[in-house]
Nanobody, 115 residues
Framework: QVQLVESGGGLVQSGGSLRLSCTFSTAMFSIWDMSWYRQVPGKQRELVAT???????IYADSVKGRFTITRHSTNNTLVLQMNSLKPEDTAVYYCHAAYVRNTYWGHGTQVTVSS
């Protein structure tokens, strides 16, 4: 059984930092392209950052320079370090895994940034 579990969400003041983690229960973690998405109620889910199986990274323009995505093979964990948070970063953040045509989603973790 494959599943992704996010953690680390919470309430933080504008300008603060938060670190999200995603644990991926798979025997072949290194072959998956891993991403963080976020979604606000009533809006489309958007890509925040991706780290591919070859360790390439992609960031949304809105988070470049503030967020860092990393993968840790030791415990099958994906991390999103979020710095200089803004109220517009408030959303439910989802962990995502993709391999060829296989895709899995976590259930999300809430991030709220206050003014």
């Amino acid at each position: 059984q494959v599943q992704l579990v996010e953690s680390g969400g919470g309430l933080v003041q504008s300008g603060g930092s938060l670190r999200l983690s995603c644990t991926f229960s798979t025997a072949m973690f290194s072959i998956w392209d891993m991403s963080w998405y976020r979604q606000v109620p009533g809006k489309q889910r958007e890509l925040v950052a991706t780290v591919t199986r070859t360790s390439s990274t992609i960031y949304a323009d809105s988070v470049k320079g503030r967020f860092t995505i990393t993968r840790h093979s030791t415990n099958n964990t994906l991390v999103l370090q979020m710095n200089s948070l803004k109220p517009e970063d408030t959303a439910v953040y989802y962990c995502h895994a993709a391999y060829v045509r296989n895709t899995y989603w976590g259930h999300g973790t809430q991030v709220t940034v206050s003014s």
